[in-house]
């Protein structure tokens, strides 16, 4: 068949280890760790669905290879640790019957030890080494890693990269960026010792070099080993793409691969970790300059989720390999319908962090428009029913759609119906903000993987008691969304108030000066993509916080994004709304104009709950999901879609 992707498609050959295409899985942490370090099965789980989606490589993520001098709360591989080694072996194991490569990221925190543990006052009491004595921003103290420990480290480099190819894995990434302990080696923003380890870029260098060579004396000639590296640090204090470029050709000759990232976990997050607000490929022109000055193959990686943005980066020569990790817990199979030519099923990330927040709020993993992720051993294949049932769903959003496309899945006969003319739900607002389209997208995608999947989807027609009495069918999905809050102040009705919900297509109505009422996260996001155009815009919030509905990960991106772009007025309250802005009441009860033509109105949402009462006993089995039950997000929509759909 013709490959329309065809260079991303392509094999690769490193050494003597041939990738069966472009596309690697990068690394991502488990969830399930054992105390002593082992890898979990709920991981083991997790690191196959990308073997079975297409991934050519698997990176297992991440182990710390010298637990006495790095306390984080993440794997290790030790032969005296009952199962530590069996753990690794069948983790390697369900990578490779998928024909993937399975590969396994060394890494040491240095200073940052502790970084992953949720007990924090832990993370604070373990013993912090780093190149050089220092405290850290946080207040703990770092000691200086002497020259023996630093050869005990490297030492342990190697037995634990010997360890990690005796149970199974074919390639292993040493990670030398992001601000762990070989990045800190590497930067003049941590690394200020006056021995043969510090001053000189290759005396920086001296420590990622000794490891590499160390790891190629214990793995042999031809397994491939892959240097993880940031191309630049992106502050002044750290090293830019020059300094870049030249640690890439000093550990070139010791390393198979070069995978070019960019910044720091500590100082950089929504760059290392790209954020909504940053450009797909954001690392891409890094990974391009240093492309140009070594031979070995080069890996980029920065929110890549786009068909033909990868094509073109293979293809232009930018890089030789590209890595997903966010991606590919939105789609396991993007790499599988890459190659298959099924684009147009690919569920893209919405780089919301999820996936991040999850875990550092619960230690598991959860995905904001994918089900199984966290859940990939309470079975991935959706089963066909013994009973072929009639279906309808009421409302297509996120979760509707879902549900439809699940149920769909299973054999049933699925009418989804929508009373607008588009499907989405809120979602359709999405189109307006330009970060947030890809949650548009997603809308179309759903619609367009339950059709296939068999379902009906009827728009411009509400669900009703009387189309049930009809109908009758066996189940009822109910997600009739939410409505938009208008609270009933003096203005809300005027011709310069534009219902958040309705941006999209009030647009032309949005004037220059504009004032956002409400500072939730919808507010907040629409005020970032106002402030973008250019325009002069205010966030009125009767709270003393903005976002508090975002996650953890994303509020404090958010805010920084909002302090360049718009001017915040916490704790007041509006009180009416004039054609010169909006009239409120600050904390000392006097009143004040927040000046703007426009007035955007952001207040949040309620359930359809008049909708729900109606349909509620209209057929034998009814299920209530997303924002009709409760307003909250699309992670919950979807995923109650998805179990409604599967109790049928």
Same mark, same amino acid.
């Given at each position: 068949?013709?490959?329309?992707?065809?260079?991303?498609?392509?094999? !690769?050959?490193?050494?003597?280890?041939?990738?069966?295409?472009?596309?690697?899985?990068?690394?991502?942490?488990?969830?399930?760790?054992?105390?002593?370090?082992? !890898?979990?099965?709920?991981?083991? =789980?997790?690191?196959?669905?990308?073997?079975?989606?297409?991934?050519?490589?698997?990176?297992?993520?991440?182990?710390?290879v010298h637990p006495a001098t790095d306390g984080?709360?993440?794997?290790?591989?030790?032969?005296?640790?009952?199962?530590s080694l069996a753990a690794a072996t069948y983790t390697a194991d369900v990578i490779k019957r998928h024909g993937a490569v399975p590969s396994l990221e060394l890494s040491h925190s240095g200073m940052f030890a502790g970084t992953y543990m949720t007990d924090k006052d832990r993370q604070h009491s373990l013993s912090q080494w780093g190149p050089s004595d220092t405290v850290r921003a946080d207040g703990v103290k770092v000691k200086a890693l002497t020259k023996d420990m630093i050869k005990d480290i490297v030492a342990a480099y190697g037995h634990v990269a010997a360890l990690a190819k005796r149970a199974g894995f074919e390639m292993l990434m040493i990670h030398g960026g992001h601000g762990w302990?070989?990045?800190q080696f590497l930067s003049p923003m941590f690394n200020h010792r006056d021995d043969?380890?510090?001053?000189?870029?290759?005396?920086?260098?001296?420590?990622?070099?000794?490891?590499?060579?160390?790891?190629?004396?214990?793995?042999?000639?031809?397994?491939p080993i892959e240097f993880r590296m940031s191309g630049s640090e992106?502050? &002044?204090?750290?090293?830019?793409?020059e300094d870049g470029i030249e640690i890439a050709k000093l550990v070139e000759p010791y390393v198979d691969i070069i995978h070019v990232s960019a910044g720091t976990y500590q100082r950089t997050f929504g760059n290392t970790h790209p954020s909504m607000f940053t450009e797909h490929g954001c690392n891409v022109e890094l990974a391009a300059r240093i492309r140009e000055h070594v031979k070995k193959p080069v890996a980029t990686i920065g929110g890549l989720n786009d068909p033909e943005q990868m094509e073109e980066i293979i293809s232009s020569g930018k890089a030789d390999i590209v890595y997903m990790a966010r991606a590919l817990l939105a789609d396991p199979e993007l790499p599988r319908k890459v190659v298959e030519n099924r684009e147009a099923e690919i569920v *893209?990330?919405?780089?919301?962090?999820?996936?991040?927040?999850?875990?550092?709020? +619960?230690? @598991?993993?959860?995905? =904001?428009?994918?089900?199984? !992720? /966290?859940?990939?051993?309470?079975?991935?294949?959706?089963? &066909?029913?013994?009973?072929?049932? *009639?279906?309808?769903?009421?409302?297509? /959003?996120?979760?509707?759609?879902?549900?439809?496309? +699940?149920?769909?899945?299973?054999?049933?006969?699925? +009418?989804l119906y929508e009373k607008e003319s588009e499907v989405g739900g809120i979602l359709r607002s999405e189109q307006g903000i330009t970060f947030k389209h890809e949650m548009y997208e997603l809308s179309n995608t759903y619609r367009y993987l339950a059709e296939q999947?068999?379902?009906?989807?009827?728009?411009? @027609?509400?669900?009703?008691?009387d189309l049930l009495e009809k109908e *009758? &069918?066996?189940?009822?999905? !109910?997600?009739? /969304?939410?409505?938009?809050?208008?609270? &009933?102040i003096k203005g809300i009705h005027g011709d310069n108030v534009v219902l958040v919900n309705n941006y999209y297509k009030e647009k032309d109505k949005v004037a220059d000066d504009v004032v956002v009422f409400g500072g939730g996260l919808a507010g907040c996001e629409c005020a970032i993509h106002l402030g973008m155009e250019g325009k002069n815009v205010h966030i009125v919030e009767m709270k003393d916080r903005l976002a508090p509905d975002a996650n953890v990960r994303h509020r404090p991106l958010l805010l920084a994004e909002i302090e360049k772009y718009v001017t915040v007025h916490t704790g007041v309250k509006g009180l009416e709304i004039t054609k010169s802005g909006i009239i409120c009441e600050n904390r000392e009860g006097k009143q004040v104009l927040i000046p703007g033509e426009t007035v955007i109105c952001a207040l949040g949402q309620r359930p359809s709950i008049d909708q729900v009462e109606q349909l509620k006993d209209t057929a034998p089995f009814v299920r209530v999901i997303g924002d009709a039950g409760r307003v909250s997000n699309i992670t919950n929509a979807v995923y109650q879609g998805y179990y409604a759909a599967l109790d049928i």
């Open positions: 068949m013709e490959r329309k992707y065809k260079a991303l498609s392509s094999p !690769i050959t490193v050494g003597r280890t041939v990738f069966r295409n472009r596309m690697f899985s990068a690394p991502m942490g488990g969830t399930d760790i054992t105390n002593d370090g082992c !890898i979990g099965p709920k991981s083991t =789980a997790f690191y196959e669905l990308r073997a079975r989606g297409g991934a050519a490589a698997v990176t297992v993520s991440e182990l710390m984080s709360h993440a794997y290790h591989l030790d032969e005296s640790i009952l199962n302990l070989i990045n043969e380890y510090g001053g000189s870029l290759d005396n920086r260098c001296r420590f990622a070099i000794e490891v590499l060579k160390e790891v190629r004396h214990r793995v042999g000639d031809y397994f992106l502050v &002044p204090e750290g090293y830019g793409i *893209k990330c919405l780089r919301c962090f999820t996936c991040m927040a999850e875990r550092a709020a +619960t230690s @598991t993993r959860r995905c =904001a428009v994918n089900p199984l !992720i /966290g859940r990939e051993m309470d079975g991935i294949e959706v089963m &066909p029913s013994s009973v072929k049932r *009639k279906v309808i769903v009421a409302g297509g /959003g996120p979760g509707g759609l879902y549900a439809a496309y +699940t149920a769909a899945r299973r054999g049933h006969d699925v +009418t999947a068999g379902a009906k989807i009827i728009t411009g @027609t509400g669900v009703t008691e *009758k &069918p066996y189940a009822l999905i !109910i997600a009739t /969304g939410s409505n938009p809050i208008v609270p &009933p």
